[in-house]
Each structure stands twice: as C-alpha cells, then as structure tokens.
C-alpha cells in the first residue's frame, strides 16, 4: 500500500509540474537559509577535536596580583596564560602523554629565490607534542623530535599556504629556509588546517587563521623574540627579553594531554605541590587556584561563540517557519483543487484517515525533495559567509548536518501539510460527485 | 463601503486569512528585530573616531637586517624615516606610534586619580612621537600639544633593568595628553588638566597637559573606545616601527604608492608595509559589517516570501470567489468598488496580523535579548516594520485584486 500511496503521490507532483517546482523551492529556500545558519553556529560552537577534546587539558595557574583578581567581573578565575618561570617549572613533570607549551610571534622569512624580497609571517612557537598532541595532518614528512626542542635544532614545519608560496607546494622537506639571520631545515609540510574555532590559543584570534611556520620553542630565546601575542601583568617586568623571562608577566599558553582520571589527578596534584613550593620562594601569593580545563570547558570559559551566531540562528529558524506557513496555502489551494477525484476515492472506499495519511505523504516527498534542494543551497548560502568572513573560518556541512538538514525539511513539510491535509480528508463526497 | 459583509465574508474562509494574519505576524516579528539588530551594530560603526581617517595612511616598517638590533641604528633609522615622510611632497604631518587606533591591537593600563583610594581603572594608551596631533587630526580643546621638552632623553644603559631596579628607582613622570572622556573618568568635576594619575604603586605619575575632544583608542568597537592616554616616547623597537602619516587632501593616492619606495631608499634592510586607516578600520568593523548584511539580506529574502505568499493566498481567494464577484457585478457593483473590497479584506487581514506580530516582535526581542544579548526594541523600528509590510502587503495584493475586476457579470448566471 505504501508503494502505492507514494506512486499516487509521484502522480500528483508530476500532474502540475509548475506547482510542483514552486512548492519544492519554497521548501528548499527555507531549508537553504535555516542549513546555512545551523552549520555556522554548528561550526562555531562545536568541537573542534571530537576525537579527544576530553583527553586535552588547558593549564592555568593564579600566579596573579594578589591585591586584585584577574578578572573583576569573574574574580575567581586565574589568569589565562602563564609565565615562562612556570612553564620552565612544570614542564619538568613526565606525568602528561604528551605537553607543549607555546606563542606566537612574527618573524622575516627570507624567500630562497634571489631577488623576491623577504616577508613576515606568523610563526607559532612551540615544542615537539604539538603535532600528535592536536594530531595535526602532514602531508610531508613530520614534527620534529624531543632533541630538537632542547638544543634547539634549526628545523621547522612549514603550513600549507606558505609552502606553496615559496616552494610550489612541492615535498619540501629537507629544503632550508632563512628566517630571520639563521638557516633553518624544514621536517614537515602540513596539510591545510582549520580547526574552527582554534582553540589552541584563545588569546589572539580565536577564529583567526593557523599559523604559517612552526618553530622550536627555545628559538625565541636564542633569537631574543618575545611574544606578538596577547600578554598582562600585574607588576613591572623591567625592560629587555631577558627580564621577560623572569618576570610574572603572563604570555604563553600550556596544554597537556591526560589520557586517563589516574593521569589527571597525578598531574592536578604535582601542579599544586608546585604552587605550594613556589609559595615559600614568594610568588603566588593568591590562593592556590590551578586549573585543567577540557577543550569544551576551556571554549566555554573563554566565552568563544559569538552572540551573533546565535541570534542569527534564531533568525535562519523563523524565517524556515515563515517559508512553510507560506505554503500552506499554497497546499491548501492544490489538494482542495483536486476535490472531486478525492470524492471519488471517498465514495470507492477511501476511508478519511487514508485520504490524511495520502496527502500527508505527498507533502513529506515534497519534503524530500525540499531539503535536498535546500542542501545545495545551504553550500552557497556557507560559500558565501565563507567569503563574507575572508575564508577564515571552516564552514563544511558533514553527515550530522545532512540529517539535520532533512528532519528540518520534513518536518516544515509537515507543518505546511497537516492543516490542507485535514481539509481536504474532512470533504462530504456526495457533494463534488453531484458537481460533475 | 460597507465594513460589515466584508467581515462576515471573511468569516466563512477563516482558515485562508488566519494564514495570512499569521504569516504577517511572524514576518513583522523577524523583520523588526532584524531592523534592531541592524541599527544597534550601524550605529556602533558610525561613531565619530575623532581621527582623519579618510586621509592617514599606516606605514609599518618591519627590519630585517642585524645591523637594527643596535639600538642606536633602529633609533637613527626611525628619526629619519619620520625626517624623510614628513619632507614628502603632499604630507601634512607624520608621527610614530607603537600601535595603531582603530586596529584592535593596543596596549592598556591602569591608572587612578593621584593619590585617591580607588582601584586603578583600564587606561587603553598610546606611546608617540612629537607631531601626533596634527598626524591623527585629533582636535585638541584643553592644554597644549607636547614640545620636544615633554620626550625623556634617550637612555642606553639601562638594556635589562630588572623589575628590583626599576623599584628602587625614583618614580616615572610623564606629561600626558588624554581624551576628554578620560578626563572626566579621572576628575568628574572636568577640571583634569593639570592634575595627575598614577598606577597602583605609586611608580608611574602623569601630569595631564592637554586634552583631546575625542578620539578612538584601538578598540573602536567596544564600550571604552573613546579612553586614551598619550604617552610621549620612543615608540619604536629593535622589531620595527609604526608610523602614522596624514595627508594634504587629495594626496592620498599618490602617497600611498610612493611612501614603500621612498623608505626603502632611505634603508633597505626592512620591509616596508602602507595600508590605509580607513582599510584597518574596515578589517577591525568587518565581522559587524558581515553581520548586518545577513541580517538585511534575510530580512529582505523574508519580505519577498512574505509577499508572495499574500499574492498566492488573494489570488486562490479571488478565483473561489469568481461566482460571488460576478453576482455584485450584475447588481450593479462597478470595478473600483470591487477592488475597494477586496483591499479593504487585505487592510483588514493584514491589520490583524501586525497587531498580532506586535506582540511577537517584543516576545521574539526579549527571547533574543536573553539569549543573544541582542539590545531591547524600541517603537520607531517596529513602526518602521509596520509600514514596510503594510505597504508590502498592499502591493501584495494589489495585482490578483485588480484580476478579481475583471470578472464579469455574466458569471452570475453560469451554472460551471
């Protein structure tokens, strides 16, 4: 029966294509724009690192004033980067499956071809857990190894987009760079990246762009770089990068990965018996306040989705009501038109309840058809925020959207249709045979 | 025109009018919260910065060459370069800065009125060079600009003072110049020049010497923008430097492609970057910008549905009723009042809807102000909103009512 029923329905569409094409693109603009806003919010606001979001941990320690809080609005936070005393200080635990801590910086590249003027570009510096800490894709070659972060060696992992600019996007492994007054050996080349938001740092710009080149983190040391990055601090750090290093001056990020509770609570506790012990030097005179933070907990303390992805979703969602509204009435004047054959089926047999399931199965293939054409829309509608926001952002529908995308338009399908398709089961049959 | 068959017309197809009704409703409800939306983030991007940005152009120079780790040469290299901008034809004035307003990249501190017990309050500032006034075309109300007097001489030895060193030393004085709205958040009784700030410590006094009516700190978007201290300084480093160069009128363009050339011929060893403040003031606006054009893309994506809609929805009306239209005209029913009627039905559907849709755009502003943090409505957007789909729908309607006028009389009489 269900063949039948759904052929009838084919029938029905195919009788009035014109109607047919009118009342599916009604759907399908709907479910256009309200896709499009679902996946941006689904984008912003989602993990960025499914696989292991609980498994990766954010450090933060309140080595902060102990006059005044971090925050004066949320005075129980700690601040949101740590110092280089700190980083050197518990970087020595051996508890985390893999830990890194790093910045950003800019620094000169020069380009090997002679003549083509130098450049600078975003380098994020970092140790060698970096890579499988965040299992970041190469497409050549790989990170670099522990021995390289202590000497440091002169290697570097090149993205993708700098990679093309200045070796053609060829296997540039091995090749060397100059950056600033030094040569450096190139051990990856990574595929293009875009975890949206970048969760990896909060602290510049979180929906902003993965840094180009990727450099040992003990480079800005031998090279007396400082951070380009965000930095705070409570008390004055005399001037000169050395003073930097010794100062309470807050400016690098620390993340560890704990694959287990048993790992979480070991390092929860080394972190506080460091605090403890650097209470009796002096420092951290606030209460002790460290925290390790999931990725989702950490997103979400950084208050990262834009209240604009929200309101805009709002939006997308009404204007999908207002699209079907519409077409009820559009349906209503379609399946009413077709009242006498309907009287027909109803003098035949056709109890009421088939005739509402009829109808009602009609309007679900239309649909069908909707979300589907709603689906290419909703690529447009993202290619166009896409360029509205200057590619920074990683808009992709994948398969959960696909299932949203399809609930959504059957269920607008059946918003539009219950109503006509009551209306048209509740017709008197005697009344339309007499009017042929 | 009589109101009453009208009414008890439209009683018998309920169901088709409610539709309408609901759909204006919703329609009003989105549209006018989309309106909101749009002016609270226009208005945001249309305050005056108090700077010339039309005409100042950002230079930044960026060195490569070792020979700029000695401060010495970065120093030299940044006197010239302010030297030669300011000798280039069709430059009204040029200042170095250590961060560009308007860029969302700045620094900020803490600063109370001296010698008050309250907590030090986000002072956003700039480091520059003498010349900054008339680089930024800021209008300076109060005091007087700083003088070559005002610069502390250069000090060389200090390479790595350490936090202890700078502790014991005597505190830092400065001349500052500040904005108005600063001003009146250190010293509300507005009478801040000549007095002081300090930090927190004690370590860092200011004397305010000037005062700006108003200018944009590196935040223009946020609630504090108008905040800014100037500090007169080296605001170079052995990294760069970052200078800010206005230009006679007209001259813009021209200097735009000429500076890169120009400080390269001075010094070869950095590279040299020119954008215009008005390009970074469109990068730090470009998120908003996006945003309000979504909203009015949708909100005009919406009135279209909305209007097609109504079209559908009065043409079905108009065929179902062909019969009852003939049957007026043969009584004597001319055109024009037939099409009074029929808009008459509209007016009345259509009013019923906005009525209902006030109601849901307050609902919908509070559900989004929760939610979103999106700012309350006030009436002249909903007004707005009324009058735009009143109009629309009057439109709307307008072609399948004047179809309706072409009914014949003879209808009335036909039995198919």
Same mark, same amino acid.
């Given at each position: 029966?269900?063949?039948?029923?759904?052929?009838?329905?084919?029938?029905?569409?195919?009788?009035?294509?014109?109607?047919?094409?009118?009342?599916?693109?009604?759907?399908?603009?709907?479910?256009?724009?309200?896709?499009?806003?679902?996946?941006?919010?689904?984008?912003?606001?989602?993990?960025?690192?499914?696989?292991?979001?609980?498994?990766?941990?954010?450090?933060?320690?309140?080595?902060?004033?102990?006059?005044?809080?971090?925050?004066?609005?949320?005075?129980?936070?700690?601040?949101?980067?740590?110092?280089?005393?700190?980083?050197?200080?518990?970087?020595?635990?051996?508890?985390?499956?893999?830990?890194?801590?790093?910045?950003?910086?800019?620094?000169?590249?020069?380009?090997?071809?002679?003549?083509?003027?130098?450049?600078?570009?975003?380098?994020?510096?970092?140790?060698?857990?970096?890579?499988?800490?965040?299992?970041?894709?190469?497409?050549?070659?790989?990170?670099?190894?522990?021995?390289?972060?202590?000497?440091?060696?002169?290697?570097?992992?090149?993205?993708?987009?700098?990679?093309?600019?200045?070796?053609?996007?060829?296997?540039?492994?091995?090749?060397?760079?100059?950056?600033?007054?030094?040569?450096?050996?190139?051990?990856?080349?990574?595929?293009?990246?875009?975890?949206?938001?970048? $969760?990896?740092?909060?602290?510049?710009?979180?929906?902003?762009?993965?840094?180009?080149?990727?450099?040992?983190?003990?480079?800005?040391?031998?090279?007396?770089?400082?951070?380009?990055?965000?930095?705070?601090?409570?008390?004055?750090?005399?001037?000169?990068?050395?003073?930097?290093?010794?100062?309470?001056?807050?400016?690098?990020?620390?993340?560890?990965?704990?694959?287990?509770?048993?790992?979480?609570?070991?390092?929860?506790?080394?972190?506080?018996?460091?605090?403890?012990?650097?209470?009796?030097?002096?420092?951290?005179?606030?209460?002790?306040?460290?925290?390790?933070?999931?990725?989702? %907990?950490?997103?979400?303390?950084?208050?990262?989705?834009?209240?604009?992805?929200?309101?805009?979703?709002?939006?997308?969602?009404?204007?999908?009501?207002?699209?079907?509204?519409?077409?009820?009435?559009?349906?209503?004047?379609?399946?009413?038109?077709?009242?006498?054959?309907?009287?027909?089926?109803?003098?035949?047999?056709?109890?009421?309840?088939?005739?509402?399931?009829?109808?009602?199965?009609?309007?679900?293939?239309?649909?069908?058809?909707?979300?589907?054409?709603?689906?290419?829309?909703?690529?447009?509608?993202?290619?166009?925020?896409?360029?509205?926001?200057?590619?920074?952002?990683?808009?992709?529908?994948?398969?959960?959207?696909?299932?949203?995308?399809?609930?959504?338009?059957?269920?607008?399908?059946?918003?539009?249709?219950?109503?006509?398709?009551?209306?048209?089961?509740?017709?008197?049959?005697?009344?339309?045979?007499?009017?042929? | 025109?009589?109101?009453?068959?009208?009414?008890?017309?439209?009683?018998?197809?309920?169901?088709?009018?409610?539709?309408?009704?609901? %759909?204006?409703?919703?329609?009003?409800?989105?549209?006018?919260?989309?309106?909101?939306?749009?002016?609270?983030?226009?208005?945001?991007?249309?305050?005056?910065?108090?700077?010339?940005?039309?005409?100042?152009?950002?230079?930044?120079?960026?060195?490569?060459?070792?020979?700029?780790?000695?401060?010495?040469?970065?120093?030299?290299?940044?006197?010239?370069?302010?030297?030669?901008?300011?000798?280039?034809?069709?430059?009204?004035?040029?200042?170095?800065?250590?961060?560009?307003?308007?860029?969302?990249?700045?620094?900020?501190?803490?600063?109370?009125?001296?010698?008050?017990?309250?907590?030090?309050?986000?002072?956003?500032?700039?480091?520059?060079?003498?010349?900054?006034?008339?680089?930024?075309?800021?209008?300076?109300?109060?005091?007087?600009?700083?003088?070559?007097?005002?610069?502390?001489?250069?000090?060389?030895?200090?390479?790595?003072?350490?936090?202890?060193?700078?502790?014991?030393?005597?505190?830092?004085?400065?001349?500052?110049?500040?904005?108005?709205? $600063?001003?009146?958040?250190?010293?509300?009784?507005?009478?801040?020049?000549?007095?002081?700030?300090?930090?927190?410590?004690?370590?860092?006094?200011?004397?305010?010497?000037?005062?700006?009516?108003?200018?944009?700190?590196?935040?223009?978007?946020?609630?504090?923008?108008?905040?800014?201290?100037?500090?007169?300084?080296?605001?170079?480093?052995?990294?760069?430097?970052?200078?800010?160069?206005?230009?006679?009128?007209?001259?813009?363009?021209? =200097?735009?492609?000429?500076?890169?050339?120009?400080?390269?011929?001075?010094?070869?060893?950095?590279?040299?970057?020119?954008?215009?403040?008005?390009?970074?003031?469109?990068?730090?606006?470009?998120?908003?910008?996006?945003?309000?054009?979504?909203?009015?893309?949708?909100?005009?994506?919406?009135?279209?549905?909305?209007?097609?809609?109504?079209?559908?929805?009065?043409?079905?009306?108009?065929?179902?009723?062909?019969?009852?239209?003939?049957?007026?005209?043969?009584?004597?029913?001319?055109?024009?009042?037939?099409?009074?009627?029929?808009?008459?039905?509209?007016?009345?559907?259509?009013?019923?809807?906005?009525?209902?849709?006030?109601?849901?755009?307050?609902? =919908?502003?509070?559900?989004?102000?929760?939610?979103? %943090?999106?700012?309350?409505?006030?009436?002249?957007?909903?007004?707005?909103?009324? =009058?735009?789909?009143?109009?629309?729908?009057?439109?709307?309607?307008?072609?399948?009512?004047?179809?309706?006028?072409?009914?014949?009389?003879?209808?009335?009489?036909?039995?198919?």
């Amino acid at each position: 029966m269900l063949v039948y029923q759904l052929r009838l329905a084919w029938l029905s569409l195919r009788r009035n294509p014109i109607l047919s094409v009118l009342i599916v693109s009604g759907i399908g603009l709907g479910i256009g724009v309200a896709m499009t806003f679902v996946t941006a919010f689904y984008v912003v606001s989602g993990d960025p690192i499914p696989h292991k979001s609980d498994r990766l941990f954010y450090v933060q320690l309140d080595s902060w004033d102990p006059q005044r809080p971090w925050d004066d609005d949320r005075p129980s936070e700690p601040p949101s980067q740590i110092t280089y005393l700190d980083m050197v200080g518990i970087m020595r635990s051996d508890i985390p499956t893999y830990q890194g801590a790093m910045h950003k910086t800019y620094l000169t590249v020069h380009p090997p071809e002679e003549g083509v003027r130098p450049f600078r570009e975003t380098v994020r510096m970092c140790f060698g857990d970096f890579f499988p800490m965040f299992d970041v894709p190469f497409r050549y070659g790989s990170g670099w190894r522990d021995e390289e972060d202590d000497g440091p060696g002169a290697v570097i992992v090149l993205g993708d987009a700098v990679n093309r600019k200045l070796f053609g996007g060829e296997n540039s492994v091995g090749r060397t760079l100059r950056i600033e007054d030094r040569e450096f050996r190139v051990v990856g080349v990574l595929e293009r990246w875009r975890p949206t938001p970048k $969760f990896y740092d909060t602290q510049n710009d979180e929906f902003g762009p993965v840094e180009e080149i990727f450099m040992p983190f003990r480079w800005g040391q031998e090279m007396q770089i400082g951070t380009s990055g965000n930095t705070s601090s409570w008390r004055s750090a005399g001037s000169g990068y050395e003073a930097l290093l010794r100062s309470e001056t807050v400016w690098i990020q620390m993340w560890v990965q704990l694959d287990t509770a048993e790992q979480k609570r070991e390092y929860q506790a080394f972190l506080d018996a460091y605090v403890t012990e650097q209470k009796a030097a002096g420092r951290f005179q606030r209460p002790l306040n460290n925290r390790l933070r999931d990725v989702t %907990e950490w997103l979400e303390a950084e208050e990262v989705m834009p209240d604009e992805a929200r309101s805009l979703l709002t939006i997308a969602l009404l204007f999908l009501l207002v699209c079907s509204v519409n077409l009820i009435g559009i349906l209503l004047g379609k399946f009413l038109a077709r009242a006498p054959e309907i009287g027909v089926r109803r003098a035949l047999g056709a109890s009421r309840r088939w005739v509402f399931v009829q109808h009602l199965i009609e309007c679900e293939v239309i649909g069908v058809a909707g979300g589907l054409l709603g689906l290419v829309l909703a690529v447009g509608g993202l290619e166009l925020l896409d360029r509205l926001y200057d590619s920074q952002l990683n808009f992709r529908l994948d398969m959960n959207m696909f299932w949203v995308a399809l609930a959504l338009a059957l269920l607008s399908a059946m918003i539009a249709g219950v109503y006509p398709a009551w209306r048209i089961c509740r017709i008197v049959p005697g009344y339309y045979l007499k009017l042929q | 025109m009589q109101i009453g068959p009208i009414f008890r017309a439209m009683f018998r197809h309920k169901g088709r009018f409610w539709l309408i009704a609901v %759909e204006v409703a919703l329609t009003l409800a989105i549209i006018s919260n989309c309106l909101n939306m749009v002016l609270v983030e226009r208005q945001k991007m249309n305050r005056p910065t108090g700077i010339d940005e039309d005409n100042i152009l950002v230079v930044y120079s960026e060195p490569f060459d070792k020979a700029f780790e000695d401060k010495i040469y970065a120093r030299a290299s940044y006197d010239n370069d302010l030297r030669a901008l300011r000798g280039m034809p069709g430059v009204h004035a040029a200042a170095g800065m250590h961060a560009i307003p308007l860029s969302g990249g700045g620094s900020a501190t803490g600063r109370r009125p001296r010698g008050s017990e309250i907590d030090t309050l986000s002072a956003p500032y700039f480091i520059v060079s003498e010349g900054v006034i008339a680089a930024l075309g800021v209008e300076l109300v109060e005091g007087r600009d700083f003088t070559a007097a005002d610069f502390p001489t250069p000090d060389d030895d200090e390479a790595s003072a350490t936090a202890e060193d700078e502790a014991a030393a005597e505190p830092d004085l400065s001349n500052v110049i500040v904005t108005r709205e $600063f001003a009146e958040l250190m010293y509300p009784d507005g009478d801040a020049l000549g007095k002081t700030i300090e930090n927190r410590n004690g370590d860092s006094i200011d004397t305010i010497i000037g005062v700006i009516e108003r200018m944009h700190n590196s935040w223009p978007l946020a609630s504090f923008a108008e905040r800014v201290v100037l500090y007169p300084g080296e605001p170079w480093s052995e990294r760069g430097a970052r200078y800010v160069v206005r230009a006679e009128p007209g001259m813009l363009g021209e =200097l735009y492609t000429t500076i890169e050339d120009e400080l390269i011929r001075q010094d070869e060893g950095r590279l040299i970057r020119v954008e215009t403040l008005a390009e970074v003031k469109g990068d730090t606006y470009s998120g908003t910008h996006a945003v309000t054009k979504m909203l009015g893309g949708l909100s005009v994506l919406l009135i279209l549905v909305t209007s097609l809609g109504i079209i559908g929805l009065t043409s079905f009306s108009v065929t179902q009723r062909t019969r009852e239209i003939g049957t007026r005209r043969a009584l004597g029913a001319t055109r024009t009042s037939i099409l009074g009627y029929f808009l008459v039905e509209n007016w009345i559907v259509t009013g019923v809807g906005l009525v209902v849709g006030v109601g849901l755009t307050y609902g =919908l502003n509070f559900v989004l102000a929760q939610w979103a %943090e999106v700012q309350r409505i006030e009436i002249p957007q909903v007004a707005v909103g009324v =009058l735009t789909i009143w109009l629309a729908g009057l439109a709307a309607a307008l072609a399948p009512a004047i179809r309706g006028t072409t009914v014949q009389p003879v209808t009335a009489t036909r039995n198919v």
